[in-house]
Structure formats: C-alpha cells, structure tokens
C-alpha cells in the first residue's frame, strides 16, 4: 500500500514557478510510476505529466510541455513537478497517483493523494 501526500501548492501571478512535491509512505514507492493529475471546477480530471518507476521516462500534455517537468528522488520516496511560467489556465486541484505505468486515464493509477491547490492570479 501506497500514501501519498501533496504540498507545495499556492497563489502565484502569472509567469510565476511553483514545485509541488508528492511524498509517499510504503517501502514500494520506487516500483510504481507516478502520474500529475489536475482537477478545475466544473472540469473533469486531467493528465499533466508522469514519470516512469526509474525516473528516466517522463510524458506531458501538450498543455504544459516546455513549462512543467517531473522529477523523483527514490531515495526520499518523493515526486516533484516543477511549474514554471505559470497561467491562469493552470490554476486547478493538483494531484499525484501511483500506478504501475504512465497512463493519460486517471483509472490506470492505484493510489492517489488529497490534492493540494495551485492559483495563478493575472
């Protein structure tokens, strides 16, 4: 079983960075691939990025290519999204899953954290 735990998130004006981080409970957490989900009011949940169990592989929507980047340190069982010139379109719920692949649906990821908000003001 798998934990996990979003922080990281805020308000920032637009152009701004921000890096969330997913820490994780479980001696497991180095065998699952981890996804970046968003969630805006009155929007279904969607992809953001993902990374392989290695950290070698990553996958973006096309939304956030060039802007995002997700990284993991196995070591301190942690995910991280760097956000970098933020948009108000960015502004959303975000959330990391584990699962045992990088998958665009959110039914392809086993475990999921709580979310933590990202507010990109104009």
């Known amino acids: 079983q798998v934990q996990l735990v979003e922080s990281g998130g805020g308000t920032v004006q637009a152009g701004g960075s921000l890096r969330l981080s997913c820490a994780a409970t479980g001696r497991t957490f180095s065998t699952y691939a981890m996804g970046w989900f968003r969630q805006a009011p009155g929007k279904e949940r969607e992809f953001v990025a993902g990374?392989?169990?290695?950290?070698?592989?990553?996958d973006y929507a096309d939304s956030v290519k060039d802007r995002f980047t997700s990284s993991r340190d196995n070591a301190k069982n942690t995910v991280y999204l760097q956000m970098n010139s933020l948009k108000p379109e960015d502004t959303a719920v975000y959330f990391c899953a584990a699962g045992l692949g990088i998958r665009w649906s959110p039914r392809g990821y086993d475990y999921w954290g709580r979310g933590t908000q990202v507010t990109v003001s104009t």
């Open positions: 990374i392989t169990s290695s950290g070698i592989s990553t």
